[in-house]
């Protein structure tokens, strides 16, 4: 085992990790020691939503100002995923990012977007299309994507 996994930082994450798998439960898989979180990253499980991030390789990192939010959808993280700041990821339906992705500051990924198709009726109230969202392992998006 790595020095550096030993430290206080990553003790304070393991602990953090530890508290979003006690409130969350069977919406939330993740390996603790495998995850590593910083503070600022909010994540959210509603309306029967789940974040799956995956144990079973390289460490999974996300920087502070990020939000990871299954608003009644699925959200898969693989492997060696890096996910930088202020990231914003959502999911009504199924977003799955591959193994060793990178994701620089600023991205925004959804799996949905407003409904406009009934003229004078407000975008809000017409609802979403949702289609599932797949970035294969190994990609770089840029910054603001």
Same mark, same amino acid.
């Given at each position: 085992?790595?020095?550096?996994?030993?430290?206080?930082?990553?003790?304070?994450?393991?602990?953090?990790?530890?508290?979003?798998?006690?409130?969350?439960?069977?919406?939330?898989?993740?390996?603790?020691?495998?995850?590593?979180?910083?503070?600022?990253?909010?994540?959210?499980?509603?309306?029967?939503?789940?974040?799956?991030?995956?144990?079973?390789?390289?460490?999974?990192?996300?920087?502070?100002? !990020? *939000?990871?939010?299954?608003?009644?959808?699925? /959200?898969?993280?693989? %492997?060696?995923? #890096?996910?930088?700041?202020?990231?914003? =990821?959502?999911?009504?339906?199924?977003?799955?990012?591959?193994?060793?992705?990178?994701?620089?500051?600023?991205?925004?990924?959804?799996? !949905? *977007?407003?409904?406009?198709?009934?003229?004078? /009726?407000?975008?809000? %109230?017409?609802? #979403?299309?949702?289609?599932?969202?797949? =970035?294969?392992?190994?990609?770089?998006?840029?910054?603001?994507?």
């Amino acid at each position: 085992m790595n020095i550096k996994y030993l430290s206080p930082r990553f003790g304070y994450a393991f602990i953090k990790n530890i508290c979003l798998k006690l409130r969350y439960g069977n919406q939330l898989q993740l390996n603790p020691f495998k995850v590593y979180i910083e503070d600022g990253v909010r994540i959210a499980i509603k309306g029967g939503g789940k974040i799956t991030f995956d144990g079973n390789g390289h460490r999974i990192y996300i920087t502070r100002g !990020s *939000d990871l939010i299954a608003s009644g959808g699925s /959200l898969e993280l693989g %492997s060696g995923v #890096f996910i930088n700041k202020n990231c914003t =990821i959502v999911s009504h339906q199924h977003v799955k990012i591959g193994s060793e992705t990178m994701i620089a500051a600023n991205v925004s990924i959804f799996d !949905s *977007d407003h409904s406009f198709v009934l003229n004078g /009726l407000p975008f809000r %109230s017409q609802g #979403f299309k949702k289609q599932p969202t797949l =970035i294969e392992s190994n990609v770089w998006l840029g910054t603001n994507v």
